[in-house]
C-alpha cells in the first residue's frame, strides 16, 4: 500500500516552537514588538541602546547606579587586543567587513581570559566585553581598508557616538548619535529570527558563547537576513539612476516581481502587517535625507512601498509591507556610513540580543527547551534498501 505523506507542513520550521523565551516577542498579525515586556516605540523613545542591553541581557531596566556602572563596564572593555588589530592588517583589503567580523569573533574568544569559565556571571561579562568589541573590530577594519590607523575609543563618547568617531575620524552631532542610539535600540532583538538560533543552536551543544555569535554573525551576512538593508541601498540608488522620475517606480515595481525578482525590504517571516520599528525609521529617513540633501531617497522609497503594497495586494499577498531594513539604508547612508558597513551596523545592535538568548539558552530550566536542537529531514536521495546501493569500482562507473 501506498504510504501518502504531507511534506513540508512546516518547511524551514515555520509555525514551529521550539522553546520557550522570555526575552522578546512578536505579534506578526498586529505589528508589535516588545523587548522583556517593553513596547519597542517606548524604548526607541525614551530608552538608550545601553539600558535596551542590560534590560535584554538581565531581564529588568537598572536603577541609575546600575546603568552607570553597566556603561563603565562596556567603555572599559572598547579597546581591541593589539593582536586582532595586527590580523587585519594582513587581511585582503577588499574583503567584506561581514566576513571580517565574522573571523575576528573567534580571535575575540582567543582574547577572553574566562573563556573557560561558563557561568553566568562570567557569561555576562562576555557579553559586555562582545558589545564594546564588535563596534570597534567594524571600525578598525574600516579604518585599515582605507590605509588609515585605527583611531583610539573616545570616553567621554556614547557608544553610538564613539562608534561613529572610530569609523569615521569625525565627531558626530548630539542628533546623529541620538539616532543612530534608537537605530540600535530598533535592531536588538527579535525572538527566534535566523541568526538568533544560529547562536542558540550551536550554543546548545555546551559550546561557549564566542562559537554561538560566529555563526550568528555568519546568519545575519545573508540577504534575506541583516543582509537586506544594503541591498535596499544597492536598489535605491539603481532605481534612482535608471528612472526618469518617481512616477516610473509602478512599472519598475511591476516588472521587478513579474521578473521573479525581490523588492529588497518588504515582507517579513513573521509580521503579515507593518513592521513597528520601520514605522519609526521611516520617519527618521524622511527627517535625515533631506538634512544630508537627498531628499529624493525618501521620495523614491515611499513611491516604492506604496506601490509595493498595492502591487502585492492585487497579486492575492496582502501581507507584504516594508520591513525593518527597507528605510535603514537611507538612514545610514545620510549619516555618511559606507553601504557595507549597514549590515554590520545590525551586528553591532543585535550582539546585545545574542548575548541575551545564548544566556537563556545556557541556563533555561530543562522544561522550557530541549537540551540540543536536532531536527529531521525527509531523505529523498538514492536509496536501495538496507543493503545499500552496489559501490562501483572506478572502472566500471560510466
Ligand atoms: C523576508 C522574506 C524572506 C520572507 O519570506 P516568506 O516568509 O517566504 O515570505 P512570504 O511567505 O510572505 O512570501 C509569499 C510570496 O511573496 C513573495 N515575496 C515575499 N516577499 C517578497 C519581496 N520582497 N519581493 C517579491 N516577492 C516577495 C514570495 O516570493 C512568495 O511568492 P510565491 O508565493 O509566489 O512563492 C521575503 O519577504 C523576502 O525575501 N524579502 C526580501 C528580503 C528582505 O527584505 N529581507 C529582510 C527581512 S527582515
Known sequence: MAVEMVRFKNIGLRGVTVADTKISYIDGENGVLI????????????????????????????????????????LQARELPGFILESMEKFPRRTDPMDVLESCVPMLAMADPELSDDS?????????????????????????????????????????????WQLSGQKPTEEIARDLDICLVLHADHTF????????????TNAHMYAGVAAGVGALSGSLHGGANERVMKMLLQVESELASVDDVGPWVKNTIDSG?????????VY???????????????????????????????????????????????????????????????????????????????????????????????????????????????????????????????
Open 120 to 164: 553566568r556571571e562570567a557569561n555576562v561579562r562576555k557579553a559586555i566585553r562582545l558589545i564594546a568589541r564588535i563596534p570597534a573590530t567594524i571600525a578598525a577594519w574600516n579604518r585599515i581598508r582605507n590605509g588609515q590607523k585605527p583611531l583610539p575609543p573616545e570616553s567621554a563618547l556614547s557608544h553610538a557616538a564613539n562608534f561613529l
Open 261 to 269: 525578482r525581490k523588492i529588497m525590504g518588504m515582507g517579513h517571516a
Open 35 to 74: 523587548y522583556r515586556g517593553y513596547r519597542i516605540e517606548e524604548l526607541a523613545e525614551r530608552s538608550t541602546f545601553m539600558e535596551t542591553a542590560f534590560l535584554l541581557l538581565n531581564g529588568r531596566l537598572p536603577d541609575k547606579s546600575q546603568l552607570e556602572r553597566f556603561e563603565e563596564r562596556v
Open 272 to 398: 503579515k502587517t507593518f513592521d513597528p520599528r520601520a514605522k519609526i525609521l521611516k520617519e527618521m529617513s524622511r527627517r535625515l535625507t533631506r538634512e544630508a540633501g537627498h531628499p529624493e531617497w525618501y521620495e523614491y522609497l515611499v513611491k516604492i512601498e506604496e506601490e509595493g503594497i498595492k502591487e502585492f495586494s492585487a497579486r492575492g499577498k496582502p501581507g507584504i509591507n516594508t520591513n525593518v531594513d527597507f528605510y535603514s539604508g537611507s538612514v545610514y547612508s545620510a549619516m555618511g556610513i559606507p553601504v557595507d558597513i549597514m549590515t554590520p551596523i545590525f551586528a553591532i545592535s543585535r550582539i546585545s540580543g545574542w548575548c541575551a538568548h545564548i544566556i537563556e539558552e545556557k541556563f533555561a530550566e530543562a522544561q522550557e527547551k530541549p537540551a540540543l536542537y536536532r531536527p529531521e529531514a525527509e531523505y529523498v536521495g538514492n536509496y536501495c534498501g538496507a543493503v545499500g546501493c552496489a559501490y562501483e569500482s572506478m572502472d566500471a562507473r560510466g
Open 193 to 204: 529570527n535566523a541568526s538568533t538560533f544560529a547562536c542558540r543552536e550551536v550554543v546548545s
